[in-house]
């Protein structure tokens, strides 16, 4: 059973639109991410699935009943669903115990309020208000109301969006064993496409066009984007342009094997800059040759700043991401050499 489908979806607000013939499904128990720019249309799709706007065009199915159309209307309150939007509006006149009783059906419940107040880690502030926690806070006492209501359907609109960083990545891995517990379904909406590929198991990049461009697992998307839009969401990549001929494509940091449809076709190159491999060179004779820029560990990776010249001696600026112990001077010369699993091409 699919907990959602939604066919031939198109939204407009003041005429302008915003979602452009979507189609999604969710499995049951399954975590899907809807991960696209500001102004892509995510959170109007949650509105619309959660029945908080009137659907124009398409159908929503929820459990396999139609929920939504242009002909009918399911009541939010009819729908089984849990929501948490970026404005998580908690009763400020109860205190945090109080607000995680409030779901209808709280007594009914897999949840206890002390293990999910301690998930959230807040297991002091069951008796305060919520003007007496930070936004951060605030966001974790909604999202556990949310999940407390054991809804069939759990919507999520950026839930992490106001955490620091440190804090964002507990919450997030206890939010995601706490999901997996409960084996209900999530559609989750965020900009951050690692985020994205930590949580879900169906990722579905919008554009700003209200498009769903892509979906599939995350495996699937960083792997084999289908165009430059996909595999630029995935973090900076090194671009060119260039002529197929022979099979291969000229670049700067060298020739890249090409698909032999693509011959004599124009096309852009990414090369992800992990994919840039670097070796150090006192004066190097073969191979492409690139100067150190700068040198910036990161922590996990070395970022690696490179220029190279062109067919014409034009500067051309090169990202490369390297391991750690990797810190080559400024100035100093570099071989490079390049990973074609994190090479993409597409017709221009």
């Known amino acids: ?26 499995k049951k128990e399954s975590i899907a991410c809807i991960l696209g720019p500001s102004g892509s249309g995510k959170t109007t799709l949650l509105k619309l699935i959660a029945g908080l706007d009137k659907v124009q065009q398409g159908q929503i199915f929820i459990n396999d009943k ?5 002909y009918r209307h399911l009541a939010t309150e009819k729908r089984k669903i849990g929501f948490l939007f970026q404005d998580y ?15 209808v059906n709280y007594k009914n419940s897999i949840y206890k ?55 964002r990545e507990e919450i997030r891995d206890d939010t995601l064993h706490l999901l997996q517990k409960s084996n209900v379904s999530v559609i989750i909406v965020t900009h951050d496409p690692f985020e994205a590929m930590f949580i879900s198991n169906q990722i579905n990049i919008m554009d700003t066009e209200g498009k769903i461009v892509q979906s599939g697992s995350p495996a699937k998307l960083y792997n084999s984007p289908i165009n430059s839009y996909v595999a630029e969401f995935f973090g900076e990549t090194n671009r060119f342009d260039g002529i197929v001929k022979n099979s291969q494509i000229q670049t700067p940091i060298g020739k890249i094997k090409a698909p032999s449809e693509l011959e004599n076709q124009k096309v852009k190159v990414h090369v992800r800059p992990k994919g840039v491999k670097l070796n150090e060179q006192p ?25 190279v010249l062109d067919d014409n001696n034009q500067v051309i600026h090169i990202h490369s991401h390297m391991p750690p112990d990797f810190n080559p001077k400024q100035s100093s010369a570099v071989e490079i050499e390049i990973d074609e699993n994190q090479t993409f091409i597409f017709q221009s």
């Open 283 to 307: 004066t190097p004779v073969n191979g492409i040759k690139g100067t150190v820029m700068a040198s910036k560990l990161m922590g996990s990776f070395s970022f690696i700043h490179l220029s």
């Open 113 to 167: 309020i002390n293990d999910i107040i301690e998930v959230i880690k807040l297991p002091n502030s069951l008796d305060k208000y919520p003007h007496e926690l930070s936004g951060g806070e605030q966001q974790r006492v909604a999202l556990a109301r949310s999940i407390i209501s054991n809804p069939d359907l759990l919507l999520l609109d950026e839930p992490f969006s106001s955490l620091d960083l440190n804090l």
């Open 89 to 103: 509006a908690l009763f400020p006149h109860l205190t945090v115990r109080e607000n995680l009783k409030y779901p």
């Open 1 to 26: 059973m699919l907990a959602v489908s939604i066919k031939n979806l198109s939204h407009k607000i003041n005429s302008k639109k915003i979602l452009n013939n979507v189609n999604f499904e969710l």
């Open 66 to 70: 139609e929920v939504s159309s242009a």
